[in-house]
């Protein structure tokens, strides 16, 4: 068995009183990271110049760090890090002469540096590959397993953030916290597997802030109206949104995936299965053999996205699918707005409420 | 090896059944327990997996009929008895059988949809657990060309109420006993059929819709009514979302759905 499969079970603190947290100097605090990089491959936002969306802008986005000094602490990444336990493209099988073999990984424990928000959709990924149907995904099982989760602290709402609307501004679902201060670091230990690596630093008492108030703050609404399947609502979509897919692509909590056989090339004899994101704005989605076809209208299927990020998944598991990361609408082309969208659908509903009465 | 959800089974192709050019049953070396309205995940390797109905039981193995239509069937259509595929399941919920006991069923299905709806056939016509009080089965095809299971179709007309019919019998040399025209037609012609009728009903969406509203017109309550969905499938187990409709998803919660749960899933 290898290291990931012992290390599992770590204990998180149940006496918060015991560890509340240091103060470590800048050298202090990347000696405590060379330490943990020598155990973890650890993955953060960074900073990759002049790859932004609008010329002379840089891009922020996940990637391996080898030192805390690479590590963008005050900005919110493009994409989110799911791709970590649930890559782009995946091998599921190796065939080999009608032999069968599941596909291997290198199992390296990861450390991921992520916001409230995103945390909280790890959440939903795990409810999603190992509960839903009550059968658990194994591909996703052992990447998983091997993740451990470091806090990052967000120092405003960024542009189009609704976390606090959403309920998924707080968490205390991580390993270890940590605040880039003027002189140093704060830290705050919740796993003792990493108690470890900081033996120096002076205590002090070290929490988290959380955002408390969305720049806009929504209201979702409990339920529909199945009228709202046929509202005027959606038609602005299907003029606008041109089913690029980057919304789902960006989005912490999208979790579909389409199956593809791969020949390998010149050996008839070998293939793989692999598995891939994919998105439910894109055409051929839903289609069936024949041609036979559902939600042409890109409208429709901005409806099927939102209902299912804000009701439908609520329904089965009591919480909502989105976290109000923003993400999906600072990278639509199209400028198209998940938070705008909920809106209009509460006001409607609002709206058919006061009808009845 | 993980416990490993995707993995099938590796099983023998017992036997073939050319029904017509585009549709084949195949009977497997698999012992699967599964109920009428369920279906399995078939793999093959340099082409993929696909849901297939399973068409069949024995104590020994299962029988599926599939449609030449695409990428995996057409490779599957090439195997040879003898050679093997990949196989798990069963998945998905059954046809209610227990509210079928001692009741009027009728069973209607268009083309392919047969397979689907054979085992419960069989269930009700052979077994002793669960007795229907009267069965009718309406079926319709395109044309005589295209009819499945004709052993099958005599046997039950032996034992049940069953019209068959086409659209259309152009272009045929033979003489042709069954209905002409769209199933929907002859609903007025299943004898018997009231409030408490249940009804089976799996076909294309279009056919489905005509004949519920059909159905209701003859006063046949709507919670009576169970349809069979068909949605693109890549996993079978809850995981690749592209079955869902609403909080439901077909591979888990259907493919079998009440009418009335079936009106409120739009996709
Ligand atoms: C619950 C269920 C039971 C079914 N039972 C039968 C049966 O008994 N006999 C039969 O012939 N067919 C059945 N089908 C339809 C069958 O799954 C499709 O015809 C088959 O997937 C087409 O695959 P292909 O690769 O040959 O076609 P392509 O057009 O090349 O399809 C590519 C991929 O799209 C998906 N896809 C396409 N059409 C369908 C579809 N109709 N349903 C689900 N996924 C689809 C599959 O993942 C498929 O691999 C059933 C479908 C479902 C959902
Ligand atoms: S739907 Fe948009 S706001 Fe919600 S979690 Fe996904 S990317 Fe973030
Ligand atoms: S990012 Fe915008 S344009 Fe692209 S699919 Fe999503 S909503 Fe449509
Ligand atoms: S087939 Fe994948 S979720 Fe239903």
Known sequence: MTKVHKLR??????????????????????????????????????????????????????????????????????????SVFFPIRETMFNYD??????????????????RACDINAINIFDTMFLKNGGYQDCYYKRRRESVKIFLLECPRPFADCFCASMGTNKTDNYSVFIRKEENGYAIRINDEAFMKYFSEGAKAKVEPHFIEDDLGALNIPDSIDCSLFRNKMWEEYSQRCIACGRCNTSCPTCTCFTVQDITIEDNMQKSERWRIWSSCQVKNFSLLAGDHDFRILKGDRMRYKVL????????????????????CDQVCPEYIGMAKCIKKINEICIADREEKL | MMNNIYAGKAVKIL????????????????????????????????????????????????????????????KLFQLKVGDKLHL??????????????????????????????????????????????????????????????????????KKGEVIVTVDTTEGETEAWAGGIGFVVDFVKHVGGIGPETKVVLVGPPLMITNIVRELVHNNVREENIWTSFERHMKCGVGKCGHCRIRDKYVCLDGPVFNHVEAKSLID
């Open chain 2, 15 to 74: 036997g073939i059944t050319k029904h017509t050019n585009m549709e084949r049953s195949f009977t497997l070396d698999a012992h699967i327990h599964g109920m009428p309205g369920q279906f399995v995940m078939v793999s093959l390797s340099h082409a993929g997996e696909i849901p297939i109905s399973i068409s069949g039981f024995s104590s020994t193995s299962i029988e599926i009929t599939v449609r030449n239509v695409g990428k995996v069937t057409s």
């Open chain 1, 308 to 327: 299912h990020k804000i009701i439908d998944f609520r329904k089965t598991f009591g919480f909502n699918m989105c976290v109000g990361c923003g993400r």
């Open chain 1, 9 to 82: 079970e770590c204990k998180i603190y149940k006496d918060r009183a015991k560890m509340e947290g240091l103060k470590l100097n800048c050298d202090k605090a990347e000696g405590a990271f060379d330490r943990i990089i020598e155990d973890y491959k650890v993955v953060a936002p960074k900073r990759i110049a002049g790859k932004g969306r609008f010329s002379d802008m840089d891009l922020v986005s996940y990637d391996m760090v080898e030192s805390l000094s690479d590590i963008v602490f005050n900005d919110r990444t493009y994409f989110s890090a799911k």
């Open chain 2, 88 to 157: 798990r399941g069963p998945y998905g919920e059954s046809f209610p059988l227990e509210a079928f006991d001692g009741q009027h069923l009728l069973i209607i299905a268009g083309g392919t949809g047969l397979a689907a709806v054979k085992p419960l056939l069989e269930c009700c016509l052979d077994d002793d657990e669960y007795k229907p009080k009267k069965l009718n089965l309406l079926v319709g095809f395109k044309s005589p060309k295209h009819l499945l299971f004709k052993k099958e179709l005599d046997h039950w007309q």
């Open chain 1, 97 to 114: 002469k009608g032999c069968v073999e599941d596909a291997r990984i290198e199992e390296k424990l990861t450390i991921i540096f992520l």
